[in-house]
Structure formats: structure tokens, C-alpha cells
């Protein structure tokens, strides 16, 4: 296989820099760095603390009540794993805002036990939910393609996650759906995203889905009507039914260890009984057996995994100090998932010397 430049192919800065207050580097897409070598991701967290959240929860209380219900309908869609920071935003519009939210979850490519025991805990404390779940066989069969071409196994994940919300939200005639955090603001992006309450379809699909829109798989091979479960329905048949999303995290203080405590409290969430391979944390992402090999490659395409990216934000959130996040990621970040690895390449349909080349073809660092 031809090697990907991807410093070229991801606009990566030449010279490596960290960031000097979490463990960040710049090699991260689209994240800023600025003349104090400070991260864009580090500076949003300054940014909040100078924001009015009660303010900003009297302009969510404005807009729910656009949208509320005065009947048995529901008045919002909210995507939904089950995990700590979906079942958060769902239950605080449920019981502190009186929404009547219909919770939306795209499948995992695999679950784990957990990950289902979460979904059903979350369903028993109180939540309707759907769940859009394609074919088995274009599932792997456009994951391995993804593999092959961009290095992320989880890019179809991506796509039903952002995209099937909406159909649902349109087939039900539901006008608002929320989102959890602004990832684009959290995680280090442009200072430009730091107030946006929403962003459009055309910059999720820059953001979100790297700039491979679902019609970029027609010209490997598949069908629309193989993908069809992935696209949502064509505007044109809800004229009268658009829908607005909205990122929760711009209305509230988005944490992830609060999220954490708080769905253990009020949806049964379970952290994982070990610790997830790569890092040190055991209620992140936790759903899904092959979520481990999507932030492996992220590893190898852009010199930081999994616990850089947890670490990074325990030292915003205040939690770790940037000396100690260092000593994790030395530690954790470099280590290879092996728990799920003979199932993640029965699943892709490679062997083990396929798995190598595209590695190596994807391989920065």
C-alpha cells in the first residue's frame, strides 16, 4: 500500500509543539496554539470561566419553552448511548426543564456488556429510546473501508450518530434535538466555535466526518440504496418539519466528571470494571469493543492516543496537574488493545499481516 502523507493530507504543522498547560500537542487537527504556546482547548476552558451559566440557562429555559409540549408528544430528540454524558443531558431536560425528550441511540459497531448494561439502565430509569442499527454487512463492510482509506474503522459509527437523530427527529416531526458538548470548543478548535450554539450539516461534515461525505463511498463500491439507512431522508419531504440542534454544553458548564456522577446517581450508569486499554479511565466511551482501535490509529496518524486526549482534560478541568498527566500518558498512551484485537480483525474481515500494512501506510509517528 502507498504510504498517506498525513501531515499533508490533515494540515499538521512541521514542528511538534505541546502544549505548555495540559499534554496536548499541535498535531491534533484543527486545534490552535498561541504565542504563549497555550492551546485553543485550554484557552476555551479560560473562556468559561467567564461566562454567566445562569444566564445562559434562562436562554435555554427561553428556548425550551418554544418548543415544549403541552401534550403526550415528545418535544425533543436527544442522541443517546446510555452513557454518562447523553444520559446527563437527557435527564436534566426531563426532570429539571419538564421536557419530554425521545432518546435516540445509533449502535455500536460492537458492544460491549457494559455498554448494554448502561443502554438498559438508562431505558429502566425512565427513557424511550430508538435504536438504528444497519446492515451487519455494510456496517463492516464500509468500516474496513474506512480502515483502509482514512485510518478509522469507526467513520460509519460517525455518520449514524450525527445523521439518524435527525431522521428520527424528522420522521416523529420533532423540531429540536440536543447534543451533548461543543467538541470543536472542548477538544481545540477555532476560537470562532467557542459561542455557537448549533453548527450546521455542512460543518459536520467538514468536522465530524473529516470531509468524506457519505457520497465519497459511492465511488468505492457501494450503493445508496446499501447506504440508505445512513442518509437522512431527503429535505424536500419535510418542508414543514425542519429541525434545530442545539450543543447542551453551550447552555450548561460542560464537565465530564460531573456528567459521570451524575448519570451514576439518576440513570444506573456503570463505569467499566477495569481500566480501558490506552489509558487510565473507566467511564469514557465505553460502549463499543472496536472504539479502542479508532483512537489507536489516532495514535499513530497524530502522535497522541486515548489517554492524551482524557489527561488533557483532567488537567483543564483541574483535576490532575500537567505533571501528572504527563507520567499517565508515558504510561498509558502507547499501549496497543489487545482485549478485543482478534474480534476487531474477524469483524473488519482482515488478517493480522493486512492489519500491519495499513498501519504502517497510516503511520506518523
Same mark, same amino acid.
Given at each position: 500500500?502507498d504510504?498517506?502523507?498525513?501531515?499533508?493530507?490533515?494540515?499538521?504543522p512541521?514542528?511538534?509543539?505541546? *502544549?505548555?498547560?495540559?499534554?496536548?500537542?499541535?498535531?491534533?487537527?484543527?486545534?490552535?496554539?498561541? +504565542?504563549?504556546?497555550i492551546?485553543?482547548? *485550554?484557552?476555551?476552558?479560560?473562556?468559561?470561566k467567564?461566562?454567566?451559566w445562569?444566564k445562559?440557562?434562562?436562554e435555554?429555559?427561553t428556548?425550551?419553552?418554544?418548543?415544549?409540549?403541552n401534550?403526550?408528544?415528545y418535544d425533543?430528540?436527544?442522541?443517546?448511548?446510555?452513557?454518562k454524558?447523553? +444520559?446527563y443531558?437527557?435527564h436534566?431536560?426531563?426532570h429539571?426543564?419538564g421536557?419530554?425528550?425521545?432518546t435516540v441511540?445509533?449502535?455500536p459497531?460492537k458492544?460491549?456488556?457494559?455498554?448494554?448494561?448502561?443502554l438498559?439502565?438508562?431505558?429502566? &430509569?425512565?427513557f424511550?429510546?430508538?435504536m438504528?442499527?444497519?446492515?451487519?454487512?455494510?456496517k463492516?463492510?464500509?468500516?474496513?473501508?474506512?480502515l483502509?482509506e482514512?485510518?478509522?474503522?469507526?467513520q =460509519?459509527?460517525?455518520? =449514524?450518530?450525527?445523521?439518524?437523530?435527525?431522521?428520527?427527529?424528522?420522521?416523529?416531526?420533532?423540531?429540536?434535538?440536543?447534543?451533548?458538548?461543543? +467538541?470543536?470548543?472542548?477538544?481545540? =478548535? &477555532?476560537?470562532?466555535? @467557542?459561542?455557537?450554539?448549533?453548527?450546521?450539516?455542512?460543518?459536520?461534515?467538514k468536522?465530524?466526518? &473529516?470531509n468524506?461525505?457519505?457520497?465519497? @463511498?459511492?465511488?468505492?463500491g457501494?450503493?445508496?440504496?446499501?447506504?440508505?439507512?445512513f442518509y437522512?431522508p431527503a429535505?424536500?419531504?419535510?418542508?414543514?418539519?425542519? *429541525?434545530?440542534?442545539?450543543?447542551?454544553?453551550?447552555?450548561?458548564?460542560?464537565?465530564?466528571?460531573?456528567?459521570?456522577?451524575?448519570a451514576?446517581?439518576?440513570?444506573?450508569f456503570?463505569?467499566n470494571?477495569?481500566?480501558?486499554e490506552?489509558?487510565?479511565?473507566?467511564?469514557?466511551?465505553?460502549d463499543d469493543?472496536?472504539?479502542?482501535?479508532?483512537?489507536?490509529f489516532a495514535?499513530?496518524?497524530?502522535?497522541?492516543?486515548? *489517554?492524551?486526549?482524557?489527561a488533557?482534560r483532567e488537567?483543564?478541568?483541574?483535576?490532575?496537574?500537567?505533571?501528572? +498527566?504527563?507520567a499517565?500518558v508515558?504510561?498509558y498512551d502507547?499501549?496497543?488493545?489487545?482485549?478485543?484485537f482478534k474480534?476487531?480483525?474477524?469483524?473488519?474481515?482482515i488478517?493480522?499481516?493486512?492489519?500491519?500494512?495499513i498501519?504502517?501506510?497510516?503511520?506518523?509517528?
Amino acid at each position: 500500500m502507498d504510504k498517506i502523507d498525513i501531515p499533508k493530507k490533515y494540515n499538521l504543522p512541521n514542528e511538534v509543539k505541546f *502544549c505548555k498547560r495540559c499534554v496536548i500537542s499541535n498535531q491534533r487537527p484543527r486545534i490552535t496554539f498561541d +504565542a504563549e504556546q497555550i492551546c485553543s482547548a *485550554c484557552r476555551y476552558f479560560d473562556y468559561k470561566k467567564t461566562i454567566d451559566w445562569k444566564k445562559r440557562e434562562e436562554e435555554l429555559k427561553t428556548l425550551l419553552d418554544k418548543y415544549r409540549s403541552n401534550n403526550e408528544n415528545y418535544d425533543c430528540v436527544v442522541p443517546s448511548s446510555g452513557g454518562k454524558d447523553s +444520559a446527563y443531558v437527557a435527564h436534566e431536560l426531563k426532570h429539571k426543564f419538564g421536557m419530554n425528550p425521545l432518546t435516540v441511540t445509533w449502535s455500536p459497531l460492537k458492544y460491549t456488556d457494559i455498554g448494554w448494561d448502561n443502554l438498559v439502565n438508562f431505558n429502566d &430509569s425512565g427513557f424511550d429510546v430508538i435504536m438504528g442499527m444497519p446492515q451487519g454487512d455494510i456496517k463492516r463492510r464500509l468500516s474496513k473501508q474506512a480502515l483502509i482509506e482514512m485510518g478509522d474503522p469507526f467513520q =460509519g459509527f460517525i455518520y =449514524g450518530q450525527v445523521l439518524f437523530p435527525v431522521t428520527i427527529a424528522l420522521k416523529f416531526g420533532i423540531k429540536l434535538i440536543f447534543r451533548g458538548e461543543n +467538541a470543536e470548543a472542548e477538544y481545540g =478548535g &477555532s476560537s470562532k466555535s @467557542w459561542n455557537k450554539k448549533s453548527l450546521p450539516m455542512e460543518e459536520f461534515k467538514k468536522i465530524w466526518f &473529516s470531509n468524506y461525505s457519505l457520497d465519497f @463511498w459511492l465511488k468505492k463500491g457501494f450503493t445508496k440504496k446499501e447506504l440508505r439507512f445512513f442518509y437522512p431522508p431527503a429535505m424536500e419531504e419535510f418542508k414543514d418539519k425542519k *429541525c434545530d440542534s442545539y450543543f447542551y454544553g453551550y447552555f450548561r458548564n460542560w464537565s465530564n466528571h460531573s456528567n459521570f456522577y451524575y448519570a451514576s446517581k439518576n440513570t444506573g450508569f456503570k463505569p467499566n470494571n477495569r481500566r480501558t486499554e490506552g489509558t487510565y479511565t473507566k467511564y469514557s466511551s465505553i460502549d463499543d469493543k472496536m472504539d479502542t482501535f479508532h483512537h489507536w490509529f489516532a495514535l499513530i496518524k497524530f502522535g497522541h492516543g486515548r *489517554c492524551t486526549s482524557n489527561a488533557a482534560r483532567e488537567v483543564r478541568e483541574g483535576y490532575i496537574t500537567r505533571e501528572e +498527566a504527563i507520567a499517565l500518558v508515558h504510561k498509558y498512551d502507547t499501549e496497543f488493545p489487545k482485549l478485543y484485537f482478534k474480534e476487531f480483525l474477524e469483524f473488519i474481515d482482515i488478517n493480522e499481516d493486512e492489519f500491519w500494512d495499513i498501519a504502517e501506510k497510516m503511520e506518523k509517528f
